[in-house]
């Protein structure tokens, strides 16, 4: 059987008169691609096999089409749902946040055209998101699942799932009621990355934080590590908090290199101890770069994810095969069946050195053991010649051409735009400094509210000694610093006050500056864009004059083409 691509932009496979054509012009090619050669290459064989018994439920067009989904795990309090507040810049339904266990269930944020918070059995039952394999886990998970959807520019492209806080000891986890292990690994295998994170001050794993990253450490390539709130303690009490984590994620996650782990203070609060501030900057643009990337990939990641599955779908095939053709045909099939479950050790390690298959690409050996005891292998039937050879062809030639589509081909996938990411990815990713003030927002002039606060800012205006009414960035930016602010922060605030995007902020513009800093300090959100109310007389003066003088230029450029028109047409009259 060959696969090979063809304009303008299909596989085509065949094998014995047989044609299986995979159409690529309906979602993007990669992600079309692995959608068809899933279905007519890889379902009737997992479906014959029963391999649906021992990993995934199957797949459906939601699976591949989904969003790039950021997952939160850690224990209470260490800024989970924090986070995610921070990166959308706005609350989202059902949000709870303190000191104490706030979030008691798994929450997906979405995006939706108005505020509204699902239920479980509602988001389950959607055939057009993700989900629908939840149900495997009952009526006392669904429970615990809801589904906050919200107008924003984040989620437009990325899903996040909030999950409950982690507890010390085990009466939470007797009480649970539904497998949670079992959801944690559901989620973990679904999610494009896996966000493990810690409180600075608070860095011991209890046994049921321990059994989870346990449980999804299969997916160890898709786990970073937050050391959050990293300015509650001193620089070096940071350093051995540091080791610390390591040290706790070295004997739990079992592999030669630690994920990448990220520090810093990830919310909208001022900073307790600032004398990292930069580096905390340096590694928040890091964080926001990798989630940042999650759309570019995505179409990298189906196809590896297929790939994977397609691989475990062989290894699982291989040894199935071996125990069929091992069973008698008419007696003592139960003795037999009971000598080759209790022999699956040595009959896998036959497939491995046989077929070189890697131990990775099989179900835990207690595992198969206990799901083959159940089975009727009067049921199980061996996979056909052609299905075998429809299975390689997707290890071999089938990924192979689907990749060199997402090296030629570029795919307009969606950009991570809005909330945190406004000011922070432009930043990174075009070069320029966090206190750059050349990507101003757009401003519509109307009244000023601030008058009756400036008394206090204008005394701070002149003992900076503004030069020429002015005052440069290094001036502003040490008043500034004193607030211990988080940089994107302070950054939009310079956005927002440098009005005429010159570079340095005027007594008004200084002014505004100081007010928004207030009101961030006091618990407020800051506009995306400046509204009115807000700009300075002087510069909504100067706009409407700007305005009025266009439009006098306008109306006398239109008056003299009207006196134009009209003089040549007395000339062709008189001509």
Not at 300 to 326: F, G, P
Not at 475 to 485: C, G, N, Q, Y
């Amino acid at each position: 059987m060959t696969a090979r691509v063809q304009s303008p932009g299909s596989v085509h496979s065949a094998s014995s008169g047989a044609s299986i054509v995979t159409d690529f012009t309906e979602y993007s090619p990669v992600i079309e691609g692995c959608k068809r050669l899933y279905k007519q290459k890889m379902l009737p064989l997992e479906i014959n096999s029963r391999f649906h018994e021992f990993y995934d439920n199957p797949l459906d067009d939601s699976d591949f089409e989904a969003k790039p989904m950021v997952m939160m795990i850690g224990q209470y309090s260490t800024g989970k749902t924090s986070m995610i507040r921070h990166i959308i810049q706005r609350d989202f339904p059902g949000m709870r946040i303190g000191p104490e266990p706030t979030t008691d269930g798994f929450s997906v944020v979405v995006y939706g055209t108005s505020d509204s918070l699902v239920p479980g059995t509602a988001l389950v039952a959607d055939a057009k998101r993700p989900f629908r394999q939840l149900t495997k886990f009952g009526n006392t998970f669904l429970n615990r699942l809801s589904c906050s959807q919200l107008q924003s520019s984040v989620l437009q492209t990325l899903t996040f799932v909030d999950t409950p806080g982690i507890l010390s000891g085990s009466k939470q986890r007797q009480m649970r009621g539904y497998d949670i292990d079992g959801v944690f690994k559901w989620f973990a295998n679904k999610a494009d990355t896996i966000l493990i994170i810690f409180d600075a001050m608070k860095l011991d794993v209890p046994d049921e934080f321990s059994d989870i990253i346990s449980a999804i450490k299969t997916d160890v390539d898709k786990i970073r590590i937050v050391l959050n709130k990293a300015d509650h303690v001193e620089e070096h009490e940071l350093i051995t908090a540091y080791g610390a984590l390591i040290w706790n994620i070295g004997k739990i996650i079992d592999t030669p290199e630690i994920p990448r782990v990220y520090i810093g203070s990830f919310w909208d609060q001022s900073l307790k101890h600032d004398k990292a501030r930069k580096f905390f900057q340096l590694e928040h643009a890091d964080l926001f770069s990798h989630m940042f990337t999650l759309t570019k990939t995505k179409a990298i990641r189906k196809l590896t994810e297929l790939t994977k599955r397609a691989r475990s779908l062989k290894a699982y095939n291989l040894v199935i095969s071996h125990i069929l053709e091992e069973m008698p045909s008419l007696f003592g099939a139960d003795d037999k069946k009971m000598e080759l479950i209790d022999s699956i050790d040595e009959i896998i390690d036959g497939v491995k050195e046989r077929y070189g298959v890697s131990s990775g690409d099989l179900p835990p050996i207690n595992r198969m053991k206990k799901k083959l005891l159940t089975m009727d292998f009067s049921d199980l039937s061996l996979p056909t010649p052609e299905m075998m050879r429809y299975l390689e062809d997707i290890l071999t030639t089938d990924t192979s051409d689907l990749m060199s589509i997402v090296k030629t081909e570029r795919f307009k996938e969606n950009t991570v735009t809005g909330g945190a990411f406004q000011d922070e990815l432009d930043t990174k990713l075009q070069g320029r400094s966090l206190w750059d003030p050349s990507l101003p927002k757009p401003i519509n002039p109307n009244d000023w509210i601030v008058t009756p606060y400036r008394l206090k800012y204008d005394a701070i205006f002149d003992m900076l000694s503004p030069k020429g009414q002015k005052l440069d960035v290094g001036s502003v930016r040490k008043e500034l610093m004193k607030t211990k602010l988080p940089g994107t922060v302070l950054e939009r605030i310079w956005k927002l006050a440098d009005h005429d995007e010159d570079g340095c902020l005027m007594r008004d513009e200084f002014v505004l500056a100081m007010f928004l800093v207030d009101q961030k300090l006091n618990g407020m959100e800051l506009p995306e864009v400046l509204p009115p109310h807000l700009v300075p007389p002087k510069k909504k003066e100067k706009k409407d004059k700007e305005k009025h003088s266009d439009k006098d230029k306008h109306d006398k450029h239109s008056d003299k083409d009207k006196h134009d028109k009209h003089s040549d047409k007395e000339k062709h009259d008189k001509h």
